[in-house]
Structures are given as structure tokens and as C-alpha cells.
């Protein structure tokens, strides 16, 4: 079956980065986008961006552009999505979530992780 | 970017009534309009994608219509199970957009 799990709950201090890890399993890695989205509040969902695994070529909503950089390693079938210069702003729940045929909806959504930006 | 606007915020409903959820744009997105369901402390579930088009596994008292601006998610005689949150996005242009959310409550 189609899974895609995510690292542990972090706490990280302001001005830190932090990276966030999907491991894909259950299909073939590089035929579907990973979608990155936030959810702020247990409410507010927004789209950070995705990477095609086949080319690496990624696409970020602008208000993310300097925040969330998104990799994948296909030796492992792996995404990451690396957050920087964290602020409070930035304490919310991550997802991934598999693109669907069109890559542009998502058909499957990892278990969420939560990041937490404290001093 | 589109803005979806997801009417009404909250919904009372009785577990045997049939419910209509509304999600509008602001501009015209054709069918390109997805539906997903967050139940508590849990990851969305995609119930219907491209308006209308049926999910596998997903029950069929589920239903979607609409095209243009606006979009209608239906469930036929509410379970127990589908008191959540209900999320509309579009994918006719990037940024994808999501709507604010129906929250789907007992009566």
C-alpha cells in the first residue's frame, strides 16, 4: 500500500533551520510530484511547493520562496524539505502529500509533523 | 492567487440529514476544484477530485458538482464518521489554494 512517512515531531530555537524528511514507499518514487503544505492553527492550509523526483526540478509558492528549499533522494525514496531562518511564524504542522496523475491535487498525505520554534 | 471561500464556516447537522457544503472562487477555475476531509488530530483524505470525479474507497454518499466559481460538496444522509472538516482546492493555477474550511458538527 501507498505511505509516505515522516520524521519525528521537532522543537527548534528562532534563527534556526530545520529538515523534514517523507520517506515514499508502496509506488514508484519518481512517477508523482511530492507537495509540501502547512498547516497553521490545526485550521489553515497552505501549499509550500513540490518536486518532481524524476528531474528535481521544484516550483514554491512565493511567500515560501526564501523559507522552504525541497529535495529528494531517489536512492531512498526520500523528500526533504529543509525550513530556514525559523521564526515563530513557522510553528505549524508539515505535511507531504503525493500528487495526483495530474500532480497538481494530492491523492495521499503523510502523517503530518509537527514543528515547534521556541527558545 | 485564487481565493476559495468555503460557506458555512461551521454546520450543525443531525447524523441522518443530507448536507450541502459550498467552496467559491474568485475567478472562474472550470472543474479544477478538489474536496478532502480532516478528521481530528489526522492527516486530509481526498474525497473528491476535479468536482465531481468518485475516489476509490471513498463512500458514495459522497458527491461534488459544479464548475466555473461554484463548487458544491454533497453527503447523502450524514454518518457518525464524517463529522470533520471539509476543505476545498484548486489546482487551475499555482499557487494551489485551499478554502478555509466547513467544520461538519452533531447537533
Known amino acids: 500500500q501507498i505511505n509516505l512517512l515522516q520524521s519525528g515531531a521537532a522543537l527548534v530555537k528562532p534563527g534556526a533551520s530545520v529538515k523534514l524528511s517523507c520517506k515514499a514507499s508502496g509506488y514508484t518514487f519518481t512517477d508523482y510530484y511530492i507537495h509540501w503544505v502547512k498547516q497553521s492553527h490545526g485550521k489553515t492550509l497552505e501549499w509550500i511547493g513540490y518536486?518532481?523526483?524524476?528531474?528535481?526540478?521544484?516550483n514554491y509558492n512565493e511567500k515560501f520562496k526564501s523559507k522552504a528549499t525541497l529535495t529528494v533522494d531517489k536512492s531512498t525514496n526520500t523528500a526533504y524539505m529543509e525550513l530556514s531562518r525559523l521564526t515563530s511564524e513557522d510553528s505549524a504542522t508539515y505535511y507531504c502529500t503525493r500528487g495526483g496523475n495530474s500532480g497538481y491535487y494530492f491523492d495521499y498525505w503523510g502523517q503530518g509533523v509537527m514543528v515547534t520554534v521556541s527558545s | 492567487d485564487i481565493v476559495l471561500t468555503q460557506s458555512p464556516a461551521t454546520l450543525s447537522v443531525t447524523p441522518g440529514e443530507s448536507v450541502s457544503l459550498s467552496c467559491r472562487a474568485s475567478q472562474g477555475i472550470s472543474t479544477s476544484i478538489h474536496w478532502y476531509q480532516q478528521k481530528s488530530d489526522k492527516s486530509p483524505r481526498l474525497l473528491i477530485k476535479y468536482a465531481s470525479q468518485s475516489i476509490s474507497g471513498i463512500p458514495s454518499r459522497f458527491s461534488g458538482s459544479g464548475s466555473g466559481t461554484d463548487f458544491t460538496l454533497s453527503i447523502n444522509r450524514v454518518e457518525s464518521e464524517d463529522f470533520s472538516v471539509y476543505y476545498c482546492?484548486?489546482?487551475?493555477?499555482?499557487?494551489?489554494?485551499f478554502g478555509s474550511g466547513t467544520k461538519l458538527e452533531i447537533k
Open positions: 518536486i518532481n523526483p524524476n528531474s528535481d526540478y521544484t
Open positions: 482546492q484548486q489546482n487551475y493555477s499555482l499557487p494551489l489554494t
